[in-house]
């Protein structure tokens, strides 16, 4: 049986045997580790510093993610849809602002939602209106979460592993 501290260090369990993913040599037996996926996370954000500040703090977190930046809700929908460029990006996850240039964080999420093509990407709000009308809009138009941008770095920091460690490394997404 493996017990809880050997899991709290960060060993998986695989075919029975306790893995340490950080060091494979002190697994029970040896099984090649199938890589992780680099995710692909697609940021539509307008604010320079708060894109500055997530990358740095996905960086601190060391996860495995790519990140593309949208200046504006014109942009990040282009990027998605491909319209024009004819180049399409499907991310793994979807970081959205609400209050975006040309066209807003809502209609973004109403398209992307509406979209067969993009509906199933998960797109998790992260803006710093707590507006109760903001909150209900975006779960009617289907949003699978709703942040409110934390105040501090250590809170940016917080979000961001917790982002990293549910919709990355916990949840299923589909392919």
Do not use: C
Not at 122 to 127: A, D, G, M, N, Y
Not at 129 to 157: C, F, M, Q, W
Request: charged share 30%; glycine share 6%; proline share 5%.
């Amino acid at each position: 049986m493996v017990s809880e501290e050997r899991v709290k260090r960060g060993e998986t369990i695989q075919q029975g045997n306790v893995l340490d993913r950080d060091n494979p040599a002190k697994s029970g037996r040896m099984y090649k580790r199938e890589p992780r996926k680099v995710a692909e996370i697609l940021v539509i954000e307008d604010n320079p510093g708060d894109v500055r500040l997530l990358e740095e703090v996905f960086r601190e977190l060391q996860a495995d993610i790519h990140i593309t930046v949208a200046r504006d809700g014109a942009e990040g929908l282009e990027m998605v849809h491909g319209s024009t460029s004819g180049k399409r990006l499907l991310p793994d996850l979807i970081l959205l602002d609400l209050n975006l240039p040309k066209v807003s964080g809502h209609d973004v999420l109403s398209r992307l939602k509406s979209n067969p093509l993009t509906s199933r990407i998960p797109v998790i709000v992260l803006t710093s209106s707590k507006a109760e009308i903001d909150v209900r809009r975006a779960y009617e138009l289907h949003v699978n979460a709703y942040l409110k941008k934390p105040s501090t770095l250590e809170g940016l920091l917080s979000a961001a592993e917790d982002i990293t460690n549910f919709w990355l490394r916990t949840a299923t997404l589909p392919s």
